[in-house]
Nanobody, 121 residues
């Protein structure tokens, strides 16, 4: 129904930048237009947390620790959702996951496989 494929992770020095991309596809996107795409992250030994979300009409939401440093965007024609990460810090190190959600009669949530981001000198 939904396929999410992340790319763009890697190793970067503190203060550096990375751009993550999520390619999405599947029948849910064709049937229901009111999706919310997002990036979440999970650091070692911690719970998965929200990083940023963007609705189908490009309303954005960010967690406080990344505001002003990260930017989420989407290209509906290319079916991609990107996360531009600037001024990276060691505490941004985590596995980053792409997520697609619909709130219909129930909540439907789908995850990508994740991509590792490591911020270290």
């Amino acid at each position: 129904q939904v396929q999410l494929v992340e790319s763009g992770g890697g190793l970067v020095q503190p203060g550096g930048s990375l751009r993550l991309s999520c390619a999405y596809s599947g029948s849910m996107f064709s049937i229901f237009s009111n999706d919310v795409m997002g990036w979440y992250r999970q650091a070692s030994g911690k719970q998965r947390e929200l990083v940023a979300t963007i609705t189908s009409d490009s309303i954005r939401n960010y967690t406080g620790s990344v505001k002003g440093r990260f930017t989420i965007s989407r290209d509906n024609a290319k079916k991609t959702v990107d996360l531009q990460m600037n001024s990276l810090k060691a505490e941004d190190t985590a596995v980053y996951y792409c997520n697609a959600q619909w709130v219909l009669s129930s909540r439907y949530s789908y995850w990508g496989q994740g991509t590792q981001v490591t911020v270290s000198s």
